[in-house]
């Protein structure tokens, strides 16, 4: 016998307030047709400001915990993935277990961007076969609307992302290691991958250390507290890792893309998504997609679209379901996961 971490359970929550392409068009130079052309965006959610990030996360928290009935009282483990905490520090971690009344449990925040639920199933299923946990919540949340710049100036990144959240409850199950694998719910393997030499290609500088009194006069005039991208090498990275890490989880695996009943990509682009799928030889079918409604959640994407995707029964227990993520640092993995 051995343990494995099965998802018990995925919730979602985004603002009410939606931002069209047509909204954007009256702030900065730019029109609807090329935000849907270059990156198949339609609208994203804005929470209305101040919003802080815990927020969006405890709401996606509660609802997981209702969905799967789980008494606050049974998670002994909780991780959050943010790029947009409340705080410079502490994380959102321990706002979310004291906003759910969770007990004294462990609260790890994990800064990988938009790599945090790949990086999180991973760091999960560590931990509950490691025997430290046995209910264990994965939150991914994200606030990012106050930072980006609508101006013009801007526009090249302001157009892409959105707020919203996600939760995972996982447990503990005992398998019996006789049966087949993929015939067993639960993780059945992670993949992940990081290259600082691409920190800069994707950033906010400041505030930071790497600044001189953490932020200057000269650093908030120009702006270096918003997203700076080059948007091209972001673009090119991200085809060539998600590939890596789809390609590697496979082999490794023994499986080939027909095996998969399901791939829920991070949703940066949809173009990024669909050069991803050629290339491996998916099925247009077997890929889900919602970035249309939401933008680019970093974190949250692929919880929110794991969420739609068993609401609109594109995703049911046994499927073999195959997570791929690409973010900032860089960073990018893969869970192989059967649902
Ligand atoms: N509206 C209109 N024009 C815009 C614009 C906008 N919102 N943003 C940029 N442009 C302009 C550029 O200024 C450029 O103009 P120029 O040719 O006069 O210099 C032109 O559009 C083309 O820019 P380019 O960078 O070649 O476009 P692209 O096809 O690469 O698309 C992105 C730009 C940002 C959509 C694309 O590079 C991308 O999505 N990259 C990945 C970003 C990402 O995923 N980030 C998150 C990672 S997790």
């Known amino acids: 016998m051995s343990l494995r971490t099965v998802v018990e359970g995925v919730s979602h929550y985004v603002p009410e307030r939606r931002v069209t392409n047509a909204d954007l068009t009256t702030m900065m130079d730019t ?33 997981v915990l209702e969905k799967t009935k789980t008494s606050t009282e049974d998670v002994d483990f909780l991780l959050a993935a943010t790029l947009s905490p409340d705080f410079y520090f502490p994380g959102i971690g321990p706002m979310i277990q004291s906003g759910l009344g969770l007990k004294t ?24 076969r490691s025997g430290q946990s046995k209910c264990l919540l994965l939150v991914c ?36 290691d006789s049966t087949d694998l993929l015939a067993r719910r639960g993780i059945i393997d992670s993949y992940l991958g990081s290259d600082g030499q691409g920190a800069e290609v994707l950033c906010v500088r400041t505030p930071g250390t790497s600044t001189t009194g953490f932020i200057t006069q000269e650093d908030f005039d120009e702006r270096r507290w918003r997203p700076h991208m080059d948007g091209r090498q972001v673009f090119k990275n991200a085809v060539i890792r998600m590939c890596e890490a789809a390609t590697e989880i496979l082999q490794r695996n023994s499986l080939t893309p027909d095996d998969i009943a399901l791939i829920v990509p991070h949703q940066a682009n949809l173009r990024i998504n669909e050069a991803v799928r050629e290339r491996l030889g998916f099925r247009e079918e077997q890929v889900f997609n919602n970035i249309q409604k939401y933008g680019n959640t970093t974190s949250a994407t692929i919880p929110i679209a794991l969420s739609e995707a068993e609401e609109e029964g594109r995703l049911k227990r046994g499927d073999l379901l195959l997570t791929l993520a690409f973010g900032a640092g860089f960073t990018w993995g893969a869970n192989l996961v059967v649902w």
């Open 141 to 176: 949340a994200e606030v990012q609307s106050p930072v980006l710049d609508f101006s013009t100036r801007g526009r090249d990144t302001a157009v892409l992302f959105g707020d919203g959240a996600g939760a995972l409850l996982l447990r503990a199950e005992e398998t019996d």
């Open 105 to 128: 449990i462990p609260a790890l925040d994990i800064r990988v961007q938009c790599s945090g639920l790949v990086y999180g199933l991973s760091a999960a299923d560590a931990f509950i």
């Open 31 to 63: 029109s609807e047709q090329w935000i849907l052309d270059r990156t198949g965006i339609e609208e994203r959610r804005f929470v209305d400001q101040p919003t802080p990030t815990s927020h969006l996360a405890l709401e996606s928290a509660r609802r």
